[in-house]
T-cell receptor
């Protein structure tokens, strides 16, 4: 089954404790992206990757890092989480530019 | 930056009625897509319309695109309670380098 898998789905952590949200897709997609969703602000892009070892900033990259060492994986790293990073995070992938995005089920992160 | 803006922000109708949601955007696009999100879940792709297309159908969905007005509409005919969800438009802008930008969404409630 074609899918994008994120882990963890739910996480409560404390300020400053490094965490990683993993994302994996099984569709051999070139393009992967991270979004955060906040009430009243919609979905905002954090980082995206056009292929292995090719990443670029989206609209709200501050406080986040990503890597794309393998085509299937695109982890999101919060080196020192802060409360303003409390949000619902989505990973998505697509075959090519502007194509249909396949979304994961989301990771709800709370930073205390 | 927010490219697409949906209107209205919220819409409540009775089962069997049609629902129309609109999306306006600011810059020239390659394509425009509509997505659906059930509460707190991942987004699901509904339909993609390219900049050289004016109308597209998929089941009970009809999407129109007016590039001169930089706007699109999504019509759901004969709505069902199961159509209750948030609907987002997303634009692939010219020169955006693989970036799909989402609006803030329309919350559709279909009352049984």
């Amino acid at each position: 089954e074609a899918q994008v898998t994120q882990n963890p789905r739910y996480l409560i952590t404390v300020t400053g404790k490094k965490l990683t949200v993993t994302c994996s897709q099984n569709m051999n997609h070139e393009y992967m992206s991270w979004y955060r969703q906040d009430p009243g602000l919609g979905l905002r892009q954090i980082y995206y990757s056009m292929n292995v070892e090719v990443t670029d900033k989206g609209d709200v990259p501050e406080g986040y890092k990503v890597s794309r060492k393998e085509k299937r994986n695109f982890p999101l790293i919060l080196e020192s989480p802060s409360p303003n990073q409390t949000s619902l995070y989505f990973c998505a992938s697509s075959h090519g530019r502007g194509g249909e995005l396949f979304f994961g089920e989301g990771s709800r992160l709370t930073v205390l | 930056s927010q490219q697409g803006e949906e209107d209205p922000q919220a819409l409540s109708i009775q089962e069997g009625e049609n629902a129309t949601m609109n999306c306006s955007y600011k810059t020239s696009i390659n394509n425009l897509q509509w997505y659906r999100q059930n509460s707190g879940r991942g987004l699901v792709h509904l339909i993609l319309i390219r900049s050289n297309e004016r109308e597209k159908h998929s089941g009970r969905l009809r999407v129109t695109l007016d590039t001169s007005k930089k706007s699109s509409s999504l019509l759901i005919t004969a709505s069902r309670a199961a159509d209750t969800a948030s609907y987002f438009c997303a634009t692939d802008a010219w020169g955006s380098n693989y970036k799909l930008t989402f609006g803030k969404g329309t919350l559709l409630t279909v009352n049984p």
